[in-house]
């Protein structure tokens, strides 16, 4: 049965995996988002903090007579929280943070617990890894045949843009193959694999041969150790091809020692080489989106500037209220 996540821990990583706040000289900054309180100490390595708590009542409100249906309307206090530095102006680094906050609510109010997983920005830093290899069945995600992409390799996989990774092998009865190994976001209060109630993995590209076109994608099963929930895609250009679970799907979250998950995606060509022509697999884009049960809908309420110029270097303040919204249907017993 699957678990409500504490909607607190949804919140945090809602604003955590979409904030972009872009400094004055064109880098990241580096926004720490986490739960409350305020870190001064943390500010002196990181551009600014955002922090989510929940303070005032949180209702439940009753949608029919028997009290079945109900709603959660949760009231969620949000800070930003910025410093001034060298070459940083805090005030004016806390108006992006304002706005990015602004922003992010607004646009994921209807799925505020939906999260995109690609490797857009990333390269062989992580969190996520991408591997290929040539086989004549699909490798196990442990294979030491395993090599990563290298860092330009990766940027070709950042967007749905056209511009794809390939791998190709001409040894005869092999198939080239490209792991995906997502990490997800995980919480000490909720780990991931207790709360998750969908999982959608998205591979864009296509397969060559010349046996004909075509490529499939499975995902891993570390329960059975196998890669189950196959389905491919027959054209010779570009395609998107899906693997929707709803069920069982602890056995598609590998968690390791330290509580954190992964879900693995393999893709190949739907053929193999011919041992004179190649077979070659195309990758523009990959993702995993991860719903989670419990926050569905959030808004914002109110937002003010409350400043602590008591303190040196002034500690730049914004505080929202943001409330949120859980549906649940529980019958008496």
Request: proline content about 4%.
């Amino acid at each position: 049965m699957t678990e409500v996540e504490d909607p607190v821990a949804t919140l945090v990583r809602l604003l955590k995996t979409n904030m972009r706040v872009i400094n004055d000289n064109g880098s990241l900054a580096n926004i720490h988002v986490s739960r409350e309180w305020c870190d001064r100490e943390l500010l002196k390595s990181h551009d600014g903090q955002v922090t989510v708590g929940l303070h005032q009542p949180s209702p439940v409100k009753p949608l029919n007579l028997d009290h079945s249906l109900s709603q959660r309307i949760l009231n969620f206090k949000v800070d930003g929280w910025v410093v001034d530095k060298t070459q940083v102006n805090g005030n004016r680094l806390r108006s992006k943070l304002r706005e990015e906050i602004l922003r992010i609510i607004r646009e994921k109010r209807v799925k505020p617990n939906e999260t995109v997983y690609d490797f857009y920005g990333l390269g062989t830093s992580g969190p996520h890894d991408a591997y290929h290899a040539a086989s004549s069945s699909p490798l196990v995600p442990s294979s030491a045949n395993w090599a990563e992409l290298t860092n330009t390799d990766y940027e070709k996989t950042w967007s749905s843009d056209d511009v794809r990774f390939s791998k190709s092998t001409s040894e005869g009865g092999k198939k080239p193959q490209i792991l995906f190994k997502l990490k997800l976001e995980s919480s000490k209060y909720d780990p991931h694999e207790n709360n998750v109630k969908r999982i959608v993995l998205s591979f864009e590209g296509y397969g060559s041969s010349p046996y004909g076109s075509g490529c499939r994608i499975w995902v891993w099963n570390h329960i059975a150790s196998a890669w189950q929930n196959t389905q491919f895609g027959l054209g010779s250009g570009d395609e998107t091809i899906i693997i929707t679970l709803t069920s069982s799907l602890t056995n598609y979250i590998e968690m390791d020692s330290s509580g954190v998950g992964y879900v693995y995606l393999l893709a190949e060509t739907y053929y193999a080489s011919d041992g004179v022509s190649a077979a070659e697999i195309y990758c523009d884009y990959a993702k995993c989106v991860l719903t989670v049960e419990g926050l569905t809908h959030v808004k914002f309420g109110s937002y003010n500037d409350a400043d602590e110029t008591s303190v040196k270097p002034f500690l730049w303040h914004t505080e929202f209220s943001v409330v949120g919204w859980m549906f649940e249907n529980v019958q008496a017993t």
